[in-house]
């Protein structure tokens, strides 16, 4: 008898608890919604930030979701196209009931999101978009890459505050960069820091976009014997101006400043030895100074997923930053106590949130406060294995100097031998 109260005992008390657990999630659950690329050109990227988003979710989950309620991330594949972008955002808050929305990645695809969430006065968290704001002014939107309040000199003034530290100073400049919106971009800033630090430029004619090729440009480049070469390109560029580089033995100082792309480790791979030398922007690297509390945490999880996932084995790029992204609006969502884009934009304006990227403070117009970008040099690369990309050691921070952790390897050349 003793045995079978015991036994009963146990089974109320075993389906009491399940019962509360399952209370527990009674509440529906908070709807995150988004448009990011699983196909197309931007995949690469787009599967990487999902991944770390999935997680994030995970990790909330376990400590109980936001406001008692379980996060439930709500996705569409946007193919890496702007117009794909508005009608998904339309379904998943008119259709699917997205409590929140995130961007896709790049900043075309935040573009065509931003209307859709001005229309129904819902906070936009931005990822990797360059200056997507400038023309909204969107009081509830916030960008999570640190570029700063004034993009439009973010992809090329680094490199100058770096090449202004050599001594002998450069005094001529030349440019590497496509004819498109992006290129115009770099010439813009590549111009404005010219103009303002007494600098010649030498050579800035841009090339075709579609152009696979780019020794001829670079011979040109050579010719007119640059101090300074400021390389923007985007990913498949970045592969062709470094294979070109490497052909022609293009010789400067420096060499790089905005080359997307070699971010990420497949490229890196792909490239080897050829990056050697090469001085390019970077958010966030594994660097002693670097490791926030919970990043590293986080990267284990993201690489032990990330072959089965298909993703950028080691995910340092955008990884973080998705994550942290997440981060930023589950905070605000628990302390504003709120879903409402009219309190929760008030309080991420107000507040320095504490991220695995370290901490992230918004400005008036959505971007950083301050920007943090790193100018990091490819240093003794040997072959193209993985396991040498995964420290700081080959890819070392350079500036700014509360980065910094090597000195940069000068002239150009003299970082290949």
């Known amino acids: 008898m003793g045995l079978w109260k015991d036994a009963t005992r146990a089974s109320l008390m075993a389906m009491a608890t399940l019962a509360m657990a ?16 699983q196909t197309g050109p931007l995949a690469g990227s787009g599967k990487s930030a999902l991944l770390s988003m999935q997680i994030w979710a995970e990790d909330v989950n376990a400590k109980g979701g936001l406001l008692g309620r379980p996060v439930k991330l709500v996705y569409y594949d946007d193919q890496s196209n702007p117009a794909n972008v508005p009608p998904i955002y339309t379904k998943l808050i008119d259709i699917d009931k997205a409590d929140l929305i995130v961007s896709g990645y790049a900043t075309p695809i ?12 819902m906070v936009l968290m931005g990822l990797f978009g360059l200056a997507d704001n400038a023309r909204f002014h969107y009081d509830k939107y916030f960008q999570i890459a640190p570029i700063g309040e004034n993009p ?7 490199i100058f505050e770096l090449a202004m530290k050599l001594n002998p100073k450069p005094k001529t400049v030349a440019v590497i960069t496509p004819e498109l919106e992006f290129g115009h971009a770099v010439l813009t800033g590549v111009r404005k820091s010219a103009k303002d630090l007494g600098l010649t430029i030498v050579y800035d004619r ?39 580089i490497s052909e022609v033995g293009l010789n400067a100082l420096m060499i790089g400043g905005a080359m997307t792309g070699l971010q990420t480790s497949p490229t890196e791979m792909l490239l080897g030895p050829q990056l050697n030398g090469f001085v390019n922007f970077n958010y966030w690297l594994p660097s002693p100074k670097m490791q926030y509390p919970g990043v590293m945490e986080f990267l284990g999880k993201y690489q032990a997923r990330a072959e089965k996932a298909g993703v950028d084995p080691l995910g340092y790029y955008i990884g973080p930053w998705a994550y942290a992204e997440m981060q930023v609006l589950g905070k605000a969502v628990e302390a504003a106590k709120s879903l409402d884009g009219a309190k929760l934009a008030p309080y991420i304006h107000a507040t320095t949130f504490k991220t695995v990227i370290g901490d992230v403070k918004f400005g008036p117009g959505g971007e950083w406060e301050k920007p943090r970008t790193l100018m990091a040099q490819f240093q003794h690369v040997a072959g193209n294995g993985i396991e040498q990309f995964k420290g700081s050691d080959k890819l070392v921070v350079v500036d700014p100097l509360e980065y910094k952790a090597g000195d940069m390897i000068v002239p150009f050349q003299s970082a290949r031998k």
Do not use: N
């Not at 399952?22 to 690329?37: L, V």
């Not at 935040?110 to 006065?121: K, L, N, T, V």
């Not at 000199?153 to 680094?158: D, F, I, L, Q």
């Not at 001829?216 to 294979?243: F, L, Y």
């Open 22 to 37: 399952s209370f527990a999630w009674a509440a529906e659950p908070i709807k995150i919604g988004m448009g990011m690329a």
């Open 110 to 121: 935040i573009a065509a999101a931003m209307p859709i969430a001005m229309q129904h006065d």
């Open 152 to 158: 439009a000199e973010s992809s090329t003034k680094p």
């Open 206 to 244: 841009t090339f075709p976009p579609a152009t696979t090729d780019l020794t001829t440009v670079v011979r040109e480049v050579q010719a007119s014997h640059p101090d300074i070469v400021v390389v923007g390109t985007q990913p498949g560029q970045t592969i062709s101006a470094v294979r070109a």
